[in-house]
């Protein structure tokens, strides 16, 4: 009988949030979107340095998004903090997928986002899928 002992890492896997290993460097965790296309991470002082974002900026930043994806195709861009869901404050891309999933079980074909964009503002609806 052969045995490996190894360490079982915790997964947190609400909807399409899946953590990454690690996360971007700053040790918290990482997370995508599939129905959007977006990777998403916690607003660190990593990430704030890297895309030059203020210390007051509070949210889920996109670290990736996918050309073709709904967010693609609506203007998301890496850098841009996600700060609502549905009107619903996030946190965390755990926080963004449950808002997610919830839309998705509620049958709507599309969910809000209030994206700010270097000081912009802005509301954005993007498609999920059904």
Known sequence: LKVQVGELVEQDQVAAATPGPGGSGSGAPTGSVTELGLQLAPVSQPLREKFGLADDVQG???????GSSPA?????????IIV???????KSPADVATKIKAARDA???????LV???????FVA???DG
Do not use: A
Not at 84 to 90: A, C, D, K, P, T
Not at 116 to 122: H, T, V
């Open 60 to 66: 889920v930043i996109v670290t990736e998004v996918s």
């Open 72 to 80: 693609g195709e609506k203007g998301i861009k890496p850098g841009d």
């Open 84 to 90: 609502e869901v549905g009107q619903e404050e996030v």
């Open 107 to 113: 049958k709507r074909k599309s969910v809000l986002l």
């Open 116 to 122: 700010d964009q270097k000081g912009d503002l802005r």
């Open 126 to 128: 993007v498609k999920i």
